[in-house]
């Protein structure tokens, strides 16, 4: 009987064992299982969520381009920190906070146009280019023309499409061309044209030239508008003929501005005198460089020379170290921020492009027509050896 109760009990216990055993399994299966199941739907969230991040990232049409080397030009324009508020008082080279190292984009209309460039001195090249650049863009490449036009009488139409300009042939006989600024539709308009005075300059509709004519042996001349786009190149001559240099026509077509003894005299745009431009005196500020006048003929920039200093030569300058009111001949205050004022040009809406010293190179302000600074912007490393011709909307 003790042997039959002890096989019964251990029967008991191998069953009670087992069930134990099964159990246990089935509750560490489910709990994988459930692991399982969390992790696969995990993982399938993920790559929902990265199949949608890349969808997102590939449609995105604001992204940003990789990265340039250090080395290449970008041809976008860089953000940078607004303009400041408040513009600074001083117009010349003192001590100043150190310049901008790209575009201070404003929410004005206001907008640099393109600027156009020549050499700033004589290297005794042949031909040296005609460049452009627009700050957000890398300088363009234009045509190829005689060095000493190109600084010293070259001038580019209103709407940057073409240019005209005086060359000497081996006979010294000065001819006046035109062509579109790729150097293509090259013509010749006429010969004998004054090419270090009284050189070319465009009327605002970009269609005329005005000019003087010189005799062919360098004696007397005259002064006249030429209809470049005339069949015979037609010219209407001047009556008067005022004793100037460097010509300079206002935007609005009203007003063209001469350098004359030293000063600056306003003339209508038949050649009558309208006014000379208070200031300037034998023995106090003169000027034989003006550079840019606004639209209306009430300011211009200049190269002003200190009195004593002597005033110059003939030959075309268009560096500026002074904006002035032409009704009172007092200087406008500009926001240099401390810096040498080296080139000021007038746009058609009366804001100004202002190009100051920066470090090696420069750098080009935009400013309203009440003096606030609107953006700065870095000028490439390869135009610092040249100067503004130009700039046009």
């Not at 969390?38 to 381009?65: E, H, K, N, Y």
């Not at 050499?119 to 234009?142: E, F, H």
């Not at 110059?312 to 560096?319: A, F, I, K, M, N």
């Not at 921020?337 to 100051?356: A, H, I, N, P, T």
Request: glycine share 10%; net charge negative; proline share 7%.
């Amino acid at each position: 009987m003790n042997d039959q109760r002890l096989r019964l009990d251990l029967t008991e216990l191998a069953e009670e064992v087992t069930v134990v055993d099964l159990r246990d399994r089935t509750l560490r299966t489910s709990r994988r299982l459930g692991i399982q199941r969390a992790v696969a739907t995990s993982a399938a969230a993920l790559v929902l969520i990265a199949a949608a991040a890349g969808t997102a990232l590939a449609v995105r049409p604001d992204q940003s381009p990789p990265p340039l080397p250090a080395d290449t030009p970008s041809v976008t324009a860089t953000p940078t920190p607004s303009a400041d508020p408040t513009p600074s008082t001083s117009t010349s080279g003192a001590p100043g906070s150190p310049p901008s190292s790209g575009s201070s984009t404003s929410t004005s209309t206001v907008n640099v146009g393109k600027l156009f460039y020549g050499p700033a001195g004589i290297t005794g090249a042949q031909k040296v280019n005609l460049r452009s650049w627009r700050p957000g863009d890398n300088p363009v490449r234009l045509l190829a023309l005689p060095e000493l036009a190109l600084k010293g009488n070259v001038s580019v139409s209103p709407d940057g499409g073409r240019v005209a300009w005086v060359e000497s042939d081996d006979s010294s006989e000065q001819t006046l061309f035109v062509a579109d600024v790729d150097g293509s539709d090259k013509q010749q308009m006429r010969p004998y044209v004054d090419d270090q005075c009284l050189t070319p300059v465009w009327s605002p509709d970009g269609r005329h030239l005005l000019f003087r004519a010189v005799e062919a042996m360098g004696g007397g001349g005259r002064s006249g508008v030429l209809d470049t786009r005339s069949a015979k190149k037609t010219v209407t001559w001047w009556t008067e003929q005022p004793g100037g240099c460097h010509a300079l026509w206002s935007a609005d077509g009203r007003t063209i501005a001469l350098t004359s003894d030293g000063g600056v005299t306003l003339y209508g745009t038949d050649g009558t005198k309208k006014r000379v431009v208070p200031g300037f005196s034998a023995d106090g500020w003169r000027s034989n460089d003006i550079a840019s006048l606004s639209p209306d003929g009430s300011r211009m920039a200049l190269l002003r020379r200190t009195p004593g200093e002597d005033a110059g030569d003939v030959g075309r300058e268009l560096w500026a170290n002074a904006v002035v009111d032409t009704r009172s001949g007092k200087e406008v205050v500009l926001p240099l921020g401390g810096r040498e004022l080296r080139q000021v040009y007038f746009q058609s809406d009366g804001s100004m492009v202002v190009r100051v010293k920066a470090g090696s190179g420069y750098a080009v302000l935009l400013v309203d027509e009440d003096g606030k600074k609107l953006s700065e912007t870095a000028e490439p490393a390869a135009l610092k050896d040249m100067q503004i011709l130009a700039v046009v909307s």
